[in-house]
Every structure is written in structure tokens, then in C-alpha cells.
């Protein structure tokens, strides 16, 4: 199986920052010991760098770099840690096609959902004191 790899491409997007830290960790090692099925290249993330959920990380990431067209589904294989069938990944020789929306982290939700609260507190008090005005009002 011919590799869709271009080592134009992979500088391009290593000089030039395309994709996130995460991201490029990712799509490194797929460049370098591609194809390889998922759980293959989370072990080789995990011996090369710290985190807490190698499978997780490694499994979005891989999604990601597909979305933006830098990964590909390039067959199956069996698992030898599941024993199931499961995809082939590789590089192409592509940059990213479009730029992913980056995420909401959780520290941000709850900010933006306390404002959001603290917003509708006002409104509703807003609308207390017109109900009571209005109850109040002499006929």
C-alpha cells in the first residue's frame, strides 16, 4: 500500500503551526510510523508524552486531523488488544482543509453559564418589581 505522505506537507504544517500542540503530536506519529490503528498510536503517544487519558486524547485527536483532511482511513486491521477489527490510519498529503472551532474548556462553560444565570436573576427580579407594580396599580 502506497503512503499519500508528502514531507512538503508535513513541514509546511510543522513550520508553519497549522494544527494545535495536540493535534501535531498526534499526526507526527502517524507520519512517522503510519499506518497504524488507534490504540497503536496511543501507545506510542503514551511513551512519548504525559496525560491521563492516552486512548481519549489520541482517539478526538485523530478525528480532528481527519476532519481537517490531514488523516485518513486507509483500511483495517485486527486489534491485538481488542481482537476486533479496526481502522488504518495515515497521513495525506494535504494541509488543513478548514480551521476546527476550538472547544469550550469547562472552566469557560461554567463562567459562561453563571453570567448567563446572573442575567435571567436580574431579568426575573426586573419582572417581580413590574408584576408588582402593576398589582399595586389603582384602577
Known sequence: MARMTSAIAYRTIKDSGLLSEMRWRVYDILYHHGPLLGSQVSALYKRDHLTTSYSETVRNRITELRDLGVVIEVGHAIDPITKMSAILWDVTDQL??????????????IKRLEQRITQLEGEKQALEIELHIRK???P
Open 96 to 109: 488543513p482543509q478548514k480551521k476546527l472551532e476550538k472547544k469550550e474548556s469547562s472552566k469557560q462553560k
Open 136 to 138: 399595586n396599580m389603582v
